[in-house]
Structure formats: C-alpha cells, structure tokens
Nanobody
Framework: QVQLVESGGGLVQAGGSLRLSCAAS????????RAWFRQAPGKEREFVAA???????YYADSVKGRSTISRDNAKNTVYLQMSYLKSEDTAVYYC?????????????????????WGQGTQVTVSS
C-alpha cells in the first residue's frame, strides 16, 4: 500500500520559515514527478511547487523566490522549504506523487496529474 506522509507543518510568525517533508512508502518514486499543493479554508486546492523526475522544478508565482522544492530519492522523500512566510500562506499543505514513471510536465501543475496524495499538514502563519 502506497502512503505519503507529510510532516513539518505548524504555527509560525510572518517572515519566518518552515521545511515540510513528505516521505513515501510502498513503492519508489525516484523516477516520478512529485509536487506540493495547498488548500486554504473555503478555497480550492492550488499548486505550490513540483519537481520532475529529472530534477527540473516548477513554482507557483505566489511562492516563487520564497520556496524551494527538493527531493532525496534515496529516502523516497520530497521537501518544501518556505521562507518569508505570509499570512496568505496559511493552508493545509498536501504532497502528491504521479504514478507514471518518467511522466511528462504538461500537467505538472494540475491536481489531476497525481494519483497519490498525503493527508496534509497544517501551516498557520500569524501576522
């Protein structure tokens, strides 16, 4: 059974930093696209960042320059380092994994491109 487990969320002051982790088990994702999404109350789930199997990275405009996505294939884990956090970053953050090996990037920013999802970790930024 495939599981994605996020960790690292919490309460942080505006301007602070957090590092989210997403550990996968049940299969290896070293050649799969991985991503982070977030969902604020009353809003739709939105793209935050993705890292292709090749290592190429994609970011939403709202977090570009403040966030870094990375992966450690040996640990089957993907990370999201966020800095200069703002109140509008408050949301539940979900990690996702594409089931397809060597997947394309045309839909990498879309929720529907990912078959596996974690349960989410809450990030709350206080102003």
């Amino acid at each position: 059974q495939v599981q994605l487990v996020e960790s690292g969320g919490g309460l942080v002051q505006a301007g602070g930093s957090l590092r989210l982790s997403c550990a996968a088990s049940g299969r290896t994702f070293s050649r799969n696209n991985r991503a982070w999404f977030r969902q604020a109350p009353g809003k739709e789930r939105e793209f935050v960042a993705a890292i292709k199997w090749s290592g190429y990275k994609y970011y939403a405009d709202s977090v570009k320059g403040r966030s870094t996505i990375s992966r450690d294939n040996a640990k089957n884990t993907v990370y999201l380092q966020m800095s200069y956090l703002k109140s509008e970053d408050t949301a539940v953050y979900y990690c996702a994994a594409d089931a397809h090996v060597l997947g394309s990037s045309w839909a990498i920013r879309m929720v529907g491109a990912y078959e596996y999802w974690g349960q989410g970790t809450q990030v709350t930024v206080s102003s």
